[in-house]
């Protein structure tokens, strides 16, 4: 009857290991190359692809950041003005030529009218609307546009919302015409080549224990509680991290929840990785 006594430890001891070896998973790493990144060229690689640029260029105000994309000011003429055909003419004229240096895909096909966005928060609270649906609203509203139209800057932008077919967040070109002050300034850029994951790693069930448990630990709120306001979705998302970019491709896990309209939560996990890569509360 001796060995009975040892029995209760015994079987606590299997109980501990059995829960232990459920939980461990044994996950395949990330596919080699992931995720893309983006860091600052070395000096040799620079001057090089300067040399090219250069052969190109004929602004003096433009050059090359330290990641080889093209950023600086194009001097503008006194009579220049704004209206939809000088802006889509411009912006056709610097893709056409830069778009080497702008990280635009050789297939990427433009609608410009289309995909020339503006900020115009009287349309959009924080938000964008395109440089077609802007000037159609002048000939709407052409007693208010006068009022309407001083409160709007005149800055730009393309947004690549896609590569290789897949959604991504966060790379676009800004255009800002300052014709008062003469120029007109180039920032930011795309990225032609991205390491895409034929599968994912962690599943969307994954995703959203993490998120739970990183609103948890944020701000101490349970999303199970309003779980069927969630939705999730895979989407690439620019990161930053020091001095590089890296795009990752991330279950973003959100919510809409009444009296608020948008969503008033995001949590990105990494598909490959299980870390939570963003985090966005606006509630």
Not at 159 to 184: M, T, W
Request: hydrophobic share 35%.
């Amino acid at each position: 009857m001796k060995p009975l006594k040892h029995l209760p430890l015994f079987l606590i001891t299997l109980l501990i290991f059995s829960n232990c070896k459920e939980e461990t998973i044994v996950r395949p790493l990330p596919e080699s190359g992931y995720p893309s990144s983006y860091t600052p060229l070395s000096n040799s690689a620079w001057i090089d692809l300067k040399s090219k640029f250069d052969n190109i260029n004929f602004y003096d105000g433009l050059s090359l950041n330290e990641y080889g994309f093209v950023t600086g000011k194009v001097q503008t003429n006194p009579d220049d003005s704004i209206s939809k055909e000088f802006v889509i003419s411009k912006i056709d004229s610097f893709i056409t030529k830069y778009r080497d240096f702008m990280g635009i895909p050789e297939d990427e096909i433009f609608t410009l009218e289309n995909q020339i966005l503006i900020k115009a928060p009287y349309l959009i609270p924080g938000g964008r609307t395109s440089i077609g649906s802007f000037y159609d609203d002048k000939e709407m509203f052409p007693e208010s546009w006068e009022q309407m139209i001083k409160n709007v800057k005149y800055k730009f932008y393309l947004v690549q919302n896609r590569i290789n077919g897949k959604y991504i967040s966060g790379p676009e070109l800004a255009f800002d015409f300052k014709l008062e002050e003469g120029y007109i300034e180039i920032t930011g850029n795309w990225f032609p080549e991205v390491k895409i994951p034929a599968d994912v790693i962690y599943s969307e069930d994954e995703a959203f224990r993490i998120a739970r448990n990183e609103v948890l630990k944020r701000n101490g709120r349970d999303i199970w509680e309003t779980k069927y306001n969630f939705h999730s979705h895979i989407i690439l998302l620019k990161i930053k991290q020091g001095n590089s970019y890296e795009i990752r491709d991330c279950w973003c896990v959100n919510t809409v929840e009444l009296p608020y309209t948008g969503y008033t939560i995001a949590v990105y996990v990494d598909t490959q990785t299980g870390e939570v890569a963003q985090y966005i509360d606006k509630s």
